[in-house]
């Protein structure tokens, strides 16, 4: 149980470009899913806490503007990526979790995007 | 100092023998702990989680928590060349209610064949 599914894979695209990634809980409603940035070598970073039906509380330094984020329903979030630039070439995770009880986040695969 | 420590690695150890991973944390209310592993290039994947204090096992993996020193630790027993990873460990924050987690850096563990 507790799968969760992150699309695209791969993104490769020019400067400029929108890019939108999308996260799914399948087996599980999932109240809260977080988005994370990940560099090479690094550690993951927070970027945004992202609740069913509200807004996104994004962590200090990530602009809300750059990093659209949608939680329109119990199993879907999306991160839209606007007006991507090179420096924005990252591994973008997100995780989900069941909203009730001790339940630990749990990963999709992950989106690799490459800015051109 | 960071919320979450781990020693930094990389940790190598030969196959079969027992990979001990550290992590200390700063905040004393602190309840709930996590140990992910990461394959490179991959995302993280849960494999262990403790609430409570001493030992937990699961498989070759025991995770040790022990809250009045702020410590939870991760042993490897009988280590493979498949747990090459890196291992993160997290911590819930305390007073999240969105249950948010504080990764330490990760400690990356090679197991030589």
């Known amino acids: 149980g507790a799968v969760v599914s992150q699309h695209p894979s791969w993104v490769i695209c020019k400067s400029g470009t929108s890019v939108k990634i999308e996260c799914r809980s399948l087996d599980f409603q999932a109240t809260t899913m977080f988005w994370y940035r990940q560099f090479p070598k690094q550690s993951l970073m927070l970027m945004a806490t992202?609740?069913?039906?509200?807004?996104?509380?994004?962590e200090q330094g990530v602009e809300k503007d750059k990093f659209l984020i949608n939680h329109a329903s119990l199993t879907l979030s999306t991160l839209t990526v606007t007006s991507a630039h090179p420096e924005d070439s990252s591994f973008y995770i997100c995780?989900?979790?069941?909203?009730?009880?001790?339940?630990?986040?749990?990963f999709g695969d992950g989106t690799r995007l490459s800015i051109l | 100092q960071k919320e979450v420590e781990q020693n930094s690695g990389p940790l190598s150890v030969p196959e079969g023998a027992i990979a001990s991973l550290n992590c200390t944390y700063s905040?004393?209310?602190?309840?709930?702990f996590f140990w992910y592993r990461q394959y490179s290039g991959k995302s993280p994947e849960l494999i262990m989680s403790i609430y409570s204090n001493g030992d937990k096992e699961d498989g070759r993996f025991t995770a040790q928590l022990n809250k009045a020193s702020q410590y939870v630790s991760l042993l490897i027993r009988d280590s493979q060349p498949s747990d090459s990873a890196t291992y993160l460990c997290a911590v819930k924050e305390p007073r999240s209610n969105d249950y948010k987690l504080s990764f330490g850096a990760g400690t990356t563990v090679t197991v030589r064949a």
């Open positions: 992202s609740n069913e039906g509200s807004k996104a509380t994004y």
């Open positions: 995780s989900a979790r069941p909203g009730f009880g001790n339940q630990p986040q749990h």
């Open positions: 905040d004393r209310g602190s309840q709930s």
